[in-house]
């Protein structure tokens, strides 16, 4: 299930990458954000966590549609049935809501880990990028054990496996779902809009542009093999999956 809790309409200018080499005018891109409720008979695992409304609210064309516990609550879902959470990297929309669920488990990308507690991250093109609180609560988490790393490639749960492709941030992971309507690829950032999969258009963010190609031809390699791609950041998300419905019909997308 994908909550859209938060959107953005940004010049396509400022979204991708030497957007000037396409030779086209600029124009506004609406975005949404996501965050995902993996849900079996067993357990309710997160994917991400979102932004918190003080940090969205310095960071302009941006704005929150609705706030993450009230969303699971709306959903019926007890944010203490929570036992894990997926973080697929870093970034400040991706991680700002970690400290409401303080006894769940985290699962961080290897990679992420180990270059956000580097002295190199600091610098402003990286850190720009994160929130200081979110980073320092993952790599205390990882150093409490609270925090279990990933690999390149492997599964972190029963039906999940998350693959590092780098590209956008430096430990970006993808994630490949089994559900009953087959593989489903939560792409998370490493492919924001349909448009950047379809016409390998890299996005504006870029720590590797090498792995951001690569990690489309990874993507569109599971495609042909017959999974599910669903970007991390397409409002188009919202019209090719059906609403929840109920309480939550507004915000809530039935992927699988």
Do not use: C, K
Not at 59 to 65: D, H, T, V
Not at 167 to 190: C, E, M, N, W, Y
């Amino acid at each position: 299930m994908a909550i859209r809790y938060g959107q953005a309409t940004l010049p396509r200018s400022v979204l991708f990458h030497h957007y000037g080499a396409y030779d086209e005018p600029d124009a506004p891109q609406d975005m949404a954000y996501y965050v995902y409720v993996l849900r079996s008979d067993e357990r309710t695992l997160l994917v991400d966590t979102g932004f918190r409304p003080e940090t969205v609210a310095r960071r302009p064309g941006r704005s929150g549609i609705v706030e993450l516990p009230d969303a699971l609550a709306r959903l019926g879902i007890d944010a203490r049935s929570i036992d894990e959470i997926i973080v697929t990297h870093f970034h400040w929309d991706h991680t700002g809501n970690l400290h409401r669920f303080p006894g769940a488990g985290l699962v961080v990308p290897e990679a992420e880990a180990a270059f956000w507690s580097t002295p190199v991250a600091r610098h402003a093109p990286f850190w720009s990028h994160v929130e200081s609180d979110d980073v320092e609560l993952l790599l205390s988490a990882q150093r409490e054990g609270r925090a279990r790393t990933t690999g390149a490639d492997e599964t972190v749960a029963p039906g999940i496996r998350a693959i590092t492709v780098g590209g956008h941030s430096p430990g970006q992971q993808v994630l490949v779902v089994d559900t009953a309507r087959g593989p489903v690829v939560l792409t998370s950032d490493a492919v924001h809009l349909y448009e950047e999969l379809e016409l390998g258009r890299p996005f504006g963010i870029v720590v590797d542009l090498r792995e951001m190609y690569a990690a489309y031809e990874l993507v569109r390699g599971l495609e042909a093999d017959g999974a599910l791609v669903v970007p991390g950041h397409d409002p188009e998300v919202t019209r090719r999956f059906p609403s929840v419905g109920g309480d939550a019909g507004s915000f809530a997308f039935r992927i699988a």
